[in-house]
């Protein structure tokens, strides 16, 4: 019997994560009996435990891994645990850009050759006040937008990561959500490039193209001549003008996008803006928490390890998959290895390679729309390092299979790129290839 194959044509040019960066204790965690999987060999029962934390004590997440989840709201309502539950499409599309001058909200475009004479002040705002310190983009092509607050009152600044890809132009922008707060950006790579004015450092590879302040938004398009990463910070007016020694007001709020103007082209890779090549436990690294927020879920770091292929690989589905369907998302991630956090006896799953994923939906045979699970298995199958990916959907193997064998030509994992095991009706089981490239 033919299934109604529905398409699903979502274009998201973004998306948006609400957190907070209200302290507030982690919530404890929830068993997702929704999740359990059905697998003979992996009797997974366990929740998606693991999300990327809000704008409170970083100390939280050392708290131990148990009180990580999934959930949305605290015990007092609230979102902060969760900043990637509350997804939606952002607008992007730069226009109406103006003078750099942080006061002036009229003139008209500044010319990428108008450089200040005068080169900015050199800013360390997290050295000069309280910043917090928990933010980053990666290098994904299109729009990835957060929404975050100054809810607690202690900070001056909010520092993100942001990763740039070489000749891109890459553009961030600041939105005034809540409160009455000027927004500021201030960006720094090798020194200050703009605090309000601009300028060309001969230490930094990176320039600003083009600047647009207004009362309630700020936006800088940047462009490397290699790929980089630098630090921004999202600060007021006010604040910039203490010296840093004024915390930015409780009420304000913004949100924050990042637009990487490229095509994401199959076989690349990029790996999460926080990543840490240091943090290795028996040969594996751990895959970060989402940054920004929202893109995918992960279980405590004893069950969250795997090689830097795979780190990369999960990473770099997520951040086309969120832009893609931004209702489906987060992803979970669940065992990239077996853990004391895993509740199953895998057969597999000791080797770094393997992970199982689940999306509503994408990843249950039983969803009548399987245009999400051709569109996920695609992505993984684009990477050109995904060995195979067992799920037990006959209609979405028909489309995969010759989908992976007209783009490449190395020999799958049981020489099936998409294949049947008992047990694998609600999740995808997939495998990278490990560091000698060979599959079987």
């Keep these: 019997m033919t299934r109604l194959k529905s398409?699903?044509?979502?274009?998201?040019?973004?998306?948006?994560?609400?957190?907070?960066?209200q302290p507030s204790p982690p919530s404890p965690a929830e068993n997702e009996s929704a999740d359990a999987?059905?697998?003979?060999?992996?009797?997974?029962?366990?929740?998606?435990?693991?999300?990327?934390q809000s704008d409170r004590d970083s100390s939280l997440l050392d708290q131990g891994d148990d009180n990580l989840d999934l959930s949305d709201t605290?015990?007092?309502?609230?979102?902060?645990?969760?900043?990637?539950?509350?997804l939606q499409t952002s607008d992007a599309g730069p226009d109406g850009y103006r003078d750099s001058d942080a006061q002036n909200t009229g003139d008209v475009a500044q010319e990428p050759d108008a450089i200040e004479e005068d080169p900015p002040t050199q800013l360390e705002?997290?050295?000069?006040?309280?910043?917090?310190?928990?933010?980053?983009?990666?290098?994904?092509?299109?729009?990835?937008?957060?929404?975050?607050?100054?809810?607690?009152?202690?900070?001056?600044?909010?520092?993100?990561?942001?990763?740039?890809?070489?000749?891109?132009?890459?553009?961030?922008?600041?939105?005034?959500?809540e409160g009455t707060f000027q927004p500021q950006l201030i960006v720094n790579s090798n020194g200050t490039i703009y605090d309000g004015e601009r300028t060309l450092l001969a230490s930094t590879p990176v320039s600003v193209q083009e600047t647009s302040v207004g009362s309630d938004e700020v936006s800088v398009r940047l462009q490397s001549s290699e790929d980089t990463a630098l630090e921004f910070?999202?600060?007021?007016?006010?604040?910039?003008?203490?010296?840093?020694s004024e915390h930015v007001d409780s009420e304000s709020a913004y949100r924050l996008s990042v637009t990487h103007d490229c095509e994401h082209a199959p076989g690349d890779i990029i790996s999460p803006p926080n990543f840490d090549?240091?943090?290795?436990?028996?040969?594996?690294?751990?895959?970060?928490?989402?940054?920004?927020?929202?893109?995918?879920?992960?279980?405590?770091?004893?069950?969250?390890?795997?090689?830097?292929?795979?780190?990369d690989v999960l990473y770099t589905?997520?951040?086309?998959?969120?832009?893609?369907?931004?209702?489906?998302?987060?992803?979970?991630?669940?065992?990239?290895?077996?853990?004391?956090?895993?509740?199953?006896?895998?057969?597999?799953?000791?080797?770094?390679?393997?992970?199982?994923?689940?999306?509503?939906?994408?990843?249950?045979?039983?969803?009548?729309?399987?245009?999400?699970?051709?569109e996920l298995a695609e992505l993984f199958v684009d990477t050109g390092q995904v060995c195979g990916i067992i799920f037990n959907d006959d209609a979405v193997q028909d489309v995969i299979n010759p989908y992976f064998e007209s783009n490449y030509d190395y020999t799958p994992w049981w020489n099936t790129f998409m294949r049947t095991v008992s047990?694998?009706?609600t999740h995808f089981h997939v495998r990278v290839m490990p560091e000698d490239g060979d599959c079987n």
């Excluded at 910070?233 to 840093?244: E, H, K, M, N």
């Design 7 to 21: 398409v699903l044509s979502v274009f998201a040019l973004g998306m948006v994560a609400a957190c907070s960066d």
């Design 37 to 52: 999987y059905d697998d003979t060999y992996e009797n997974d029962t366990s929740s998606a435990d693991g999300q990327g």
């Design 74 to 86: 605290q015990a007092d309502g609230s979102t902060d645990s969760n900043p990637g539950a509350d």
């Design 125 to 177: 705002p997290c050295l000069d006040g309280d910043c917090w310190d928990n933010l980053g983009f990666g290098s994904a092509c299109g729009t990835l937008s957060l929404e975050e607050d100054f809810g607690s009152g202690r900070y001056a600044s909010h520092r993100v990561v942001l990763d740039l890809r070489a000749g891109v132009v890459s553009e961030v922008r600041l939105e005034r959500l």
């Design 233 to 244: 910070f999202v600060t007021s007016r006010d604040s910039l003008d203490s010296g840093f």
């Design 277 to 311: 090549p240091d943090d290795i436990v028996g040969g594996y690294y751990v895959l970060p928490y989402s940054q920004p927020p929202g893109l995918y879920t992960r279980k405590a770091d004893a069950c969250a390890r795997g090689n830097r292929l795979l780190v």
């Design 317 to 374: 589905v997520a951040a086309q998959w969120a832009q893609r369907y931004p209702d489906l998302a987060p992803i979970r991630y669940l065992d990239l290895n077996e853990g004391p956090c895993s509740s199953a006896d895998h057969q597999t799953h000791d080797d770094g390679t393997h992970v199982d994923i689940v999306v509503d939906c994408a990843t249950y045979a039983s969803c009548d729309d399987i245009q999400p699970a051709i």
């Design 423 to 425: 047990g694998h009706l």
